[in-house]
């Protein structure tokens, strides 16, 4: 650290004529991580945590400076990254289920070429559905559902183009007829739902045991369905509530067929990002081989370091299995593989059930 | 009522006092001060430097280190909002109105020293708020539900009938003009880009500080480089006026109090947030004193008021914080990421399992408040001793220090861009007196007002009128703006008296209120295309703004003798001393150092600014220009090194690649 200022200075003016070669040994460099959403949020503290692992284990033990560039549901930044960042691994970003979302729905604002980029980590979360027992539900999963397709349910949150774009698709193919406050953030909204202004809530599931679980304690909330986990091509209920039934397992007893054709394929796409791709960390677009697999190797490595070991790190990322290096390329493509067929039936339905016109 | 939770209170003091801890709350106190008295530096940017640094650590010393810092951090802000104008939060923008007058009469270390003594005692008063905190909050919580939020900022808009200065219609105008600008960006409701002009930069609306920064420090830099050669304070700095500072603060003692509990009270209630504490406080400032001539002129009280409650505010701010894990601000949000880094959730977990470190963080808190008040007091003198120095010599660092703060707000080109054109609007609202606190006041509780207005038509429709908290919260509002009718002195933070040298040359002063017209107008047709829920707030403010303006114009070509309707204080100023520059000249001045960090990036082009400022306008010599260059130089690179402040690029970048920060 000492000499830190100077090496930077030196480094930098070095690599004005810096070939990859040299860019193995990140020594005395620092390295921005460009996070798109704000400080404080979900996303930051994932991305700070993985930040201080990284340190320890790339080569050279450089510095990584979180920036937070928020904006436009993480266009802002992730354009930013597309803007600035040159293929030397001295910059990486980190990307969410917003920063799918608004490609895959052509937001007009986007200027990045997704698809390019080049992930080396992916951190999974599940998602939980959970409702008020004032609405008049007992312990059965299935009745439970009935009564929230029955009953008038209020759902608080940010928006059906937002990350919240999978739960509100979920309802809709179960039946939920849900009337929705929008533009809330999720302390607002989870301050309404204790309130009992809305009844009808999603949280992450890794937050089970914080903010969920005492209301369930309470009497207030009762669980409805998870969005389940992938594993081995198969989804599974979720490892952090094996007792609460997924929402695929719902939709079968509800309809009394599995969800199937092109509602199938959509709700799977969105799972892939919204679930098994929740969280990443990528390098630009064009980045030499090399540098992503020191990255991969350094996150892989990661794992094993006393930040991502200690108890802390376990309540932000919980039970699920943390993907490196090929298998995160993996869960990146299958959030990318909505086929335009697919792409259109989506903004059909966001049309008719939401009445939101996409600008093309 | 359980207060048997008081019992930990206790053993937490002496926690604190023995061990190590309070070694870590004075690194935190440290590190706050140097933070707040940084310019473009805040609590945020402070909370987040220490978040590598304290993982791993025990909770108790991590928490003494960032409570030490961001309790601190409100204090030492005070400090650029009282000396030189340049608000140092969006909060804080409100002292600037009577703190800095205060300064240019000489009396800037009885204002800081009233300052610090008030929001001392706001800070006790919050802890202590704290502490009983536990058996109220939540039923506060549940209590104020989206309805009541959209009554109680409801009541906070009907403050502005104080502060909208001699003439009520400008004034309202000022306001609804905030209103409007508000509604730039996204639509809550639908997500629908509103008068965004196509920018990804707008998409989330205008920074609040940007406006601050534009409608209060541009103008009041322009105003005080026009009397070349003056210092900041026109008269001789008074001496011992800390300790008449002091003696203000006891004299005013219960003015103290209500701001204080005001202050806490407002972080307690959920939906009105922190930015508005400081004008709420301001206008109860004002309502409930007897003279309020001096207003706006340099009142001690428009001081102490506003300090206390926002010191206030930041205590009572961590209840929602700790007790829901619902962040009340940016810098709490961080405050919560630091107590995740330390394997703590806030919320029920950290009431029923914690509570031992809920009373350490009081405690903390407490003590900061102690150590940050007697530091600024002990700085206080030496600092304001800089006002008496000629302006000339400070004023490229002002304007660096703003531009510099406001690349933070979104660390964008944009943020400059608007800065320069909310700076200009700014300026010409100084000039021909509109109230930019009222504009500012319509800023912060548009969104709120907007959003909660949507959710309760969503939720509650009709049902809210059978809601006695939410009926009791609007009849107060009522009642406050019978009173404002009543009131016959209105201040607006300005200062001037309109002679009839304001009214010999009307026409800068109508074409000023017509562009306003037109850009209300711009406003409302634009909202036009937008679903219902999206377009019909903005429509309806535009409608209403759009209404007052006209008003204004037609009074305006009519001559009318309406007071306050009439005012340049260009013109006036131009009587009273020719040697004025224009405005035009010196905004030029203040472009020069965007104009040049668009080229070779802020960087290389601060420093050049600053020599060339010195030796062509303060015509220092070149070895004084040359070191101080040299000397903000350092300082940048310190600031991007140690606090990681990014600063903005240039165009050479794209050609030239250049290490960082450079280019």
């Known amino acids: 650290m000492k000499n830190g200022w100077k090496y930077s200075l030196c480094g930098a003016l070095l690599s004005l004529s810096a070939s990859f070669a ?10 921005t991580m460009i996070i798109p959403y704000q400080e404080g949020s979900g996303s930051t503290i994932h991305g700070r945590l993985y930040a201080m692992a990284l340190e320890k284990t790339l080569p050279g033990n450089p510095t990584i400076i979180i920036k937070n560039i928020d904006g436009g549901g993480s266009v802002r930044g992730i354009n930013q990254f597309q803007k600035e960042a040159k293929p030397d691994g001295l910059t990486i970003a980190a990307i969410a289920t917003g920063t799918f979302f608004q490609y895959i729905l052509k937001d007009k604002a986007v200027a990045y070429p997704l698809p390019e980029y080049k992930p080396f980590l992916t951190s999974p979360f599940g998602l939980l559905v959970y409702a008020r027992t004032d609405l008049g539900l007992g312990d059965d999963p299935v009745e439970n559902v009935k009564k929230l397709i029955s009953s008038p349910t209020v759902y608080g949150g940010s928006g059906p183009t937002s990350s919240d774009l999978p739960a509100l698709l979920s309802f809709d193919l179960l039946g939920i007829k849900e009337k929705g406050v929008y533009g809330l953030s999720n302390a607002e909204s989870r301050a309404g739902f204790e309130r009992g202004e809305f009844n009808l809530k999603y949280d992450n599931a890794a937050s089970w045991n914080e903010e969920v679980k005492p209301l369930v304690d309470e009497g207030v909330a009762k669980p409805i369905f998870t969005f389940g986990f992938e594993k081995d091509g198969k989804i599974v209920r979720d490892p952090m509530l094996p007792e609460v039934p997924t929402f695929l397992e719902l939709y079968e007893k509800i309809h009394g067929k599995p969800l199937s054709g092109i509602e199938y394929d959509v709700w799977k796409a969105l799972f892939n990002v919204r679930v098994m791709g929740s969280k990443m960390l990528v390098l630009p677009a064009d980045t030499p081989k090399e540098i992503v697999d020191i990255y991969s190797k350094a996150a892989e490595e990661a794992q094993k370091t006393d930040v991502l070991q200690s108890a802390q790190a ?42 939101i016109t996409l600008s093309e | 009522m359980d207060f048997s939770v008081l019992q930990n209170a206790g053993p937490a003091l002496v926690h604190l006092l023995t061990g190590p801890h309070l070694l870590y709350l004075l690194v935190g106190a440290g590190l706050g001060m140097i933070v707040g008295i940084l310019p473009g530096i805040g609590g945020i940017a402070g909370l987040a430097m220490v978040l590598p640094f304290i993982f791993g650590m025990q909770p108790e010393p991590a928490l003494a ?26 909060g804080t923008a409100a002292t600037v109105l009577d703190g800095f007058p205060m300064t240019k009469r000489g009396e800037a270390a009885r204002a800081l020293s009233a300052a610090f003594a008030a929001s001392f005692i706001g800070g006790i008063v919050g802890a202590f708020i704290l502490t009983f905190a536990f058996v109220a909050a939540r039923p506060i919580l549940l209590a104020v539900g989206f309805g009541e939020q959209l009554m109680f900022i409801v009541l906070a808009l009907t403050l502005v009938g104080m502060l909208t200065g001699q003439n009520a219609v400008k004034g309202l105008a000022s ?39 534009g409608a209060f420090a541009l103008p009041e830099v322009v105003d005080v480089m026009r009397q070349q050669g003056g210092s900041i304070a026109q008269k001789a700095l008074v001496g011992e006026g800390w300790i008449t500072g002091i ?27 922190g930015g508005v504490v400081g004008w709420i406080s301001y206008a109860h400032t004002v309502q409930s004193s007897k003279d309020r001539s001096e207003f706006g002129k340099g009142d001690v009280r428009g001081v102490i008021g506003p300090e206390s409650a926002n010191n206030a505010k930041d205590s009572a701010d961590l209840i ?94 944009g943020d400059i861009l608007a800065l320069l054109v909310v700076g200009v609007v700014g300026i010409y609202m100084k000039r021909f007196g509109w109230s930019r606190a009222a504009l500012l006041i319509g800023l912060v509780l548009s969104q709120r007002l907007e959003s909660s207005l949507y959710r309760t038509v969503q939720i509650y429709g009709m049902e809210i009128f059978e809601r006695p ?70 429509l309806t403010v535009a409608a209403i703004t759009a209404i007052l303006l006209l008003i204004t114009t037609i009074r305006m070509l009519r001559g009318s ?84 402040v990014p600063f903005a690029p240039g165009y050479l970048r794209e050609y030239i690649t250049m290490p960082e920060p450079f280019g």
């Open chain 1, 22 to 31: 040299q860019a193995q040994d990140f020594s005395g460099k620092r390295i």
């Open chain 1, 314 to 355: 376990k309540l932000v990322l919980s039970v699920y299995p943390q993907s490196v290096g090929a298998a995160s390329e993996e869960v990146f493509k299958g959030g990318l593989g909505m086929t335009e067929e697919q792409q259109a039936w989506l903004r059909k339905w966001l049309l008719d059930r939401h009445g």
């Open chain 2, 65 to 90: 280190v960032m409570v030490g810092l961001f309790a601190v951090t409100a204090t030492a802000d005070t400090f650029s909002s009282v000396l030189i104008g340049v608000p140092g939060g969006a």
């Open chain 2, 175 to 213: 306001c609804s003009l905030g209103l409007l600008l508000g509604t730039i960006g996204s639509s809550q409701a639908t997500a629908e880009y509103r008068f965004t002009l196509d920018t990804i930069y707008l998409s989330d609306g205008i920074p609040l500080v940007i406006v601050a920064l």
């Open chain 2, 247 to 273: 003696r203000d603060v006891i004299k005013n003692f219960w003015l103290v109090i209500r701001c204080s509990l005001l202050g806490s009270l407002i972080g307690v209630l959920p939906g009105l947030g």
């Open chain 2, 320 to 413: 929602p914080t700790l007790f829901f894990g619902i962040p009340s601000s940016g810098s709490m949000a961080v405050f919560m990421g630091g107590l995740v880094v330390i394997g703590i959730t806030p919320g029920r977990d950290m009431v029923t399992n914690h509570v031992d470190l809920i009373y350490l963080i009081i405690w903390s808190l407490a003590i900061s408040n102690v150590l940050g008040t007697a530091i600024s007091m002990i700085l206080a003198r030496p600092i304001a001793s800089l006002t008496a120095i000629r302006f000339v010599l400070i004023a490229p660092f002002i304007i660096v220090m703003i531009f510099m703060s406001a690349y933070q707000a979104k660390i964008d080109w």
């Open chain 2, 469 to 538: 908290i939410a009926i009791g919260v609007l009849v107060l509002a009522m009642l406050s703006i019978g009173y404002a009718m009543r009131s016959k002195v209105r201040t607006s933070g300005g200062n001037m008296e309109p002679t009839h040298i304001s009214r010999i040359n009307i026409w800068p002063q109508v074409a000023f209120t017509i562009a306003l017209l037109l850009f209300a107008i711009a406003v409302g047709v634009d909202a036009t295309q937008y679903k219902f829920l999206a377009s019909i707030f903005p």
């Open chain 2, 561 to 644: 003798k309406v007071p306050g309707l009439f005012l340049d204080a260009d013109a006036e100023m131009a009587a009273e001393d020719s040697t004025s520059k224009s405005t035009l000249y010196i905004a030029g001045l203040l472009a020069a150092l965007p104009a040049l960090a668009y080229i070779v990036g802020f960087v290389i082009a601060a420093p050049i600014y600053v020599f060339f400022f010195l030796r062509k306008i303060a015509g220092a010599s070149i070895l004084f220009s040359l070191l101080l260059a040299l000397g903000l130089l350092a300082f940048i690179l310190m600031a991007n090194y140690v606090f990681q």
